[in-house]
Nanobody
Framework: AQLVESGGGSVQAGGSLRLSCAAS????????MGWFRQVPGKERERVAT???????SYLDSVKDRFTISRDNAKNTLNLQMDRLKPEDTAMYYC????????????RGQGTQVTVSS
């Protein structure tokens, strides 16, 4: 199984970025998929998840700013990030999850997002 993220970069506060995750080697449509982020020295945060039934869930601090979506035909997971804040700066990575979106089965290497004030 492989997950490859893209779309990270540097942006000013208030700007937007769109992250993508290309999945291969497993049946993408069967899995709950999620985006996580981590800053060195801090705990990992679960940013958003989308189930195989397209049910979505978000971290409170990103609600109404981030949108998770999936394209099962293309085996792709996306995260549209709008109105970015400096506190959104982190390494973002995607993951295939199980156990009702609670545990990670596979994860990618990540893509860096940096938001300057």
């Amino acid at each position: 199984a492989q997950l490859v993220e893209s779309g990270g970069g540097s942006v000013q506060a208030g700007g937007s970025l769109r992250l993508s995750c290309a999945a291969s080697g497993f049946t993408f449509s069967f899995y709950c998929m999620g985006w996580f982020r981590q800053v060195p020295g801090k705990e990992r945060e679960r940013v958003a998840t989308i189930g195989s039934d397209d049910y979505t869930s978000y971290l409170d601090s990103v609600k109404d700013r981030f949108t998770i979506s999936r394209d099962n035909a293309k085996n792709t997971l996306n995260l549209q990030m709008d109105r970015l804040k400096p506190e959104d700066t982190a390494m973002y990575y995607c993951a295939a999850m199980y156990n009702r979106c609670r545990d990670i089965k596979y994860r990618g290497q990540g893509t860096q997002v940096t938001v300057s004030s």
